[in-house]
């Protein structure tokens, strides 16, 4: 099975098994809305711990912050959203749909390079090269199509800085000959810019309603909340805020499943530093971030920085880290340096000083800010085009079968430990809800004891348990169980007293953190 094949199966797959529902599906759903179902929640629970315990509990100097979705309207003036947190978009004439522009182009430099890999990987079967040798390496970044991939992203880049970038865009689209996928044609309108940001209203009657915005992200929040956090807390420079929460925009192409959605979640953290030490944290979080990805199981060659085509005005350095999602590598996490933008924004239309007093330097100054940003719901998606394998394996009667296994993080996994008793009587379910009794305090696991054992592995391999425990009439005299392992399928016999402490070992914050 082609990784790049997958990704309808995964859809599916969440959908069957309780990870992923489509909103008010009863009423045909939402675009680009989503339900996180009974083993969604758990992953992405257990995503949002491993973050956390990452970034505030293994940091002595970054606190969190849970602040209100509704933010005093200004908010989105001083942070420039309300001028400019646009998109340019296009619309066909022939289908009506409706595509950003930049989207449009960035997916047609992605197909260049799904093609120049295609090529390399039946290249280097002729020639016999090991994928990652120096001739592997060569053919994938010098063929043809892996140039015209570079030629387009150089002309992309180049629309994206003019002065008149919505026409240059337009142009791009033009030359490049890009067609709609639903209609075929290439009937494009002018480009436009689109404002991103959901409005609502506070306030019963008309008059006196006040326009309000739901947050686009959740940065802004942590900046008006600074000085709360920096007096309460005492920290000095440098100092980090995270928080998870909703963000909400209106996305114009709604598609790729979790990946763009119109209501998401982010893990923001926001880092405040003294100006001049700005590339120094940049590249310090640059590669934490990308560190503890790959502790939690992503492949490194899955993974990589993507510098930005162009900078926020604000900003003076920004990276991307994308994961190769089974429709090509995309952005997952944003590192940015924004200078003392925020903050200075928010003195000025606050009329407050947004300051630090450094102690050391005898004077006071608005704190630079490193920020890291990563979408929960695509860490989620990148979690499950990682897991997912289809492996062809016995079974118990020496027949192959093939079966569905959700390879997580053990840590990340919805359920750590099935318990099953071998059969419905005799006093082996006893005996397992026992164990569940025993074990529910550390790990949330899960009894089972519908259909035959081979059938009850298939289905906690297909929703990853790491590790199942079958209770067997031996059990009765020896006090002891048969634990087999998700992805090896191995099997041990362990004494009951000693599950917890196995189960344990696999689940350490030292080792995946340390
Ligand atoms: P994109 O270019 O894909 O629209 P962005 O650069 O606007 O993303 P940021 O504003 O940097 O994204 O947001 C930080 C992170 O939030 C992103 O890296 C991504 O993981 C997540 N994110 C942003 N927009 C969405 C969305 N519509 N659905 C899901 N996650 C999102």
Not at 34 to 54: C, F, P, R, S
Not at 121 to 140: C, D, M, Q, R
Request: charged content about 30%; overall charge negative; aromatic content about 12%.
């Amino acid at each position: 099975m082609n990784y790049d094949e997958i990704f309808p199966k995964i859809i599916s797959h969440a959908k069957e098994y309780g990870f992923i529902f489509p909103s008010s599906e009863i009423y045909d759903g939402l675009g680009a809305v989503y339900d996180y179902g009974q083993l969604g929640v758990e992953l992405k629970n257990n995503i949002k711990t491993a973050w956390w315990k990452a970034m505030v509990q293994m940091h002595e100097n970054i606190v969190g912050l849970d602040s209100a979705i509704l933010m005093h309207p200004t908010t989105w003036k001083a942070s420039g959203h309300v001028d400019a947190f646009n998109d340019p978009l296009i619309d066909n004439k022939d289908s009506k749909k409706r595509y950003r522009a930049d989207v449009l182009i960035e997916d047609q430099i992605e197909k260049y390079n799904q093609k120049s890999e295609k090529d390399t990987i039946k290249k280097a079967k002729k020639e016999g090269w090991e994928p990652g040798s120096t001739e592997y390496n060569g053919f994938l970044q010098n063929n043809r199509n892996a140039q015209k991939a570079q030629e387009i992203q150089k002309q992309f880049e180049d629309a994206l800085n003019s002065e008149d970038m919505l026409q240059a865009l337009y142009d791009l689209i033009i030359e490049l000959g890009i067609v709609c996928p639903v209609s075929g044609t290439k009937e494009w309108s002018e480009v436009r810019q689109f404002n991103l940001m959901f409005k609502t209203q506070l306030g019963a009657t008309a008059d006196s309603a006040m326009d309000l915005y739901l947050r686009p992200e959740t940065a802004q929040g942590i900046f008006v909340n600074y000085l709360n956090v920096q007096n309460t807390s005492r920290q000095k420079l440098p100092f980090g805020i995270a928080q998870i929460g909703k963000a909400f925009r209106n996305e114009i192409v709604a598609r790729q499943f979790i990946f763009r959605m119109r209501e998401f979640e982010q893990m923001e953290m926001q880092y405040f530093i003294k100006p001049g030490t700005q590339m120094e944290w940049f590249q310090y979080w640059k590669e934490a971030r990308m560190k503890w990805h790959q502790a939690l199981g992503l492949k490194a060659d899955h993974l990589q920085y993507h510098e930005h085509e162009k900078l926020a005005h604000y900003a003076d350095a920004a990276e991307d880290i994308q994961f190769r999602f089974p429709f090509g590598f995309k952005e997952m996490e944003g590192i940015h340096s924004r200078t003392d933008f925020d903050l200075t924004q928010h003195e000025e239309f606050s009329g407050k000083k947004l300051r630090f007093f450094d102690h050391e330097a005898k004077e006071s100054y608005v704190p630079y800010v490193l920020e890291t940003s990563v979408g929960l719901d695509r860490t989620f998606l990148a979690h499950m085009s990682n897991a997912y394998t289809e492996e062809d394996v016995p079974t118990a009667k020496g027949d192959m079968e093939q079966r569905i296994v959700m390879k997580f993080h053990p840590l990340l996994a919805p359920y750590k430990v099935a318990v099953f008793p071998l059969v419905k009587k005799d006093g082996l379910p006893e005996i397992a809800r026992s164990i569940i009794d025993e074990l529910k305090f550390d790990f949330n696991v899960m009894y089972d004891e519908k259909d035959a054992v081979g059938r009850r592995y298939r289905r906690h391999d297909a929703i990853g348990t790491p590790f199942c425990v079958t209770v067997d009439y031996e059990t009765k005299d020896d006090n002891a169980v048969t634990l087999r392992d998700r992805d090896t399928m191995e099997q041990v016999r362990l004494p009951i007293s000693e599950v917890r402490d196995y189960v344990a070992k696999k689940l350490s914050w030292r080792e995946i953190l340390g």
